[in-house]
């Protein structure tokens, strides 16, 4: 992989952390391809090799979808996010593909409360070049805890 290739990469990962960390939520979409998959998965089913997941979606549609169920239908108390990605580890660069692992950790912040750790783990993407850049086609973020702190509302 050259240079401009993994520096690329690299504003990838920090420019999604940016859009779901502010909250930039019909921003979110974009940084992947249309037929995508994007799941949030807890290890212990990741580990078996079984296929349920906290989060499934299998399109950018429906990813617009989550969207719509933020911003309209989903109730909850408000809270802030932010993420702290490590770099990626390339574990595969092909001509189609480069497929990468990350860890991550997500930090929320209700406005009336302490900050505290909301879900860690690591992600395991499959990134394509398109010719708006580099986007994922596929996103599975494996927390490590087998519960997370009430719902899941915003993409990890």
Known sequence: ???????????????????VDNGEWDR???FFIDDCVYRVQPRENFDRGLPLATLSFES????KDRVFGI???LFHDPYYQRHIISAPLVRECTADK??????????????DQMSEV???GRSYDTVVQTPDGLRFSKRLCVFDS??????LIYPI
């Open 71 to 73: 911003r309209e239908t």
């Open 1 to 19: 992989m050259d240079f401009n290739t993994y520096s690329a990469l690299l504003s990838l990962y920090a420019n999604y952390a940016a859009v």
């Open 98 to 111: 480069i497929v990468v692992e990350t860890n991550y950790v997500v930090i929320r912040t209700k406005p």
């Open 146 to 151: 087998e519960m997370i702190p009430n719902s």
């Open 28 to 30: 979110w979409p974009d």
């Open 60 to 63: 950018k549609g429906m990813l």
């Open 118 to 120: 909301f879900n860690v």
